[in-house]
Nanobody, 125 residues
Framework: QLQLVESGGTLVQPGGSLRLSCAVS????????IGWFRQAPGKEREGVSC???????VYADSVKGRFTISRDNAKSTVYLQMSNLKPDDTAVYYC???????????????????WGQGTQVTVSS
């Protein structure tokens, strides 16, 4: 059964760090791009970062230098390490799987066919 499950979201102070996890099952992690997305209250969902099938990574300008995406193939888990967090990073964070194998990151959200349930990250003092 194809499944993505996010975890790690919590309340953190500005300037703090947090690591989100996306545990996947039902497909080969090394065959698909996995993206992290977020949706803040009253805003559209936006792409944050992506790691494609061969490990290449991309980041939104708003998180470059602060967030790092990585993958543990043995654990079938994709991580999003977030540092120097800002109140604007407050959102529900989702991971999602590209619908097709062997593609690079940069696809629109409509081309991701499986999504996790989301995990809430709140950055506040």
């Amino acid at each position: 059964q194809l499944q993505l499950v996010e975890s790690g979201g919590t309340l953190v102070q500005p300037g703090g760090s947090l690591r989100l996890s996306c545990a996947v099952s039902g497909f080969a992690l090394t065959h698909y791009a996995i993206g992290w997305f977020r949706q803040a209250p009253g805003k559209e969902r936006e792409g944050v970062s992506c790691i494609n099938y061969n490990g290449l990574t991309v980041y939104a300008d708003s998180v470059k230098g602060r967030f790092t995406i990585s993958r543990d193939n043995a654990k079938s888990t994709v991580y999003l390490q977030m540092s120097n967090l800002k109140p604007d990073d407050t959102a529900v964070y989702y991971c999602a799987k590209d619908a097709a194998r062997w593609r690079l990151c940069g696809r629109p959200q409509s081309e991701y066919d499986a999504w996790g349930q989301g995990t809430q990250v709140t950055v506040s003092s």
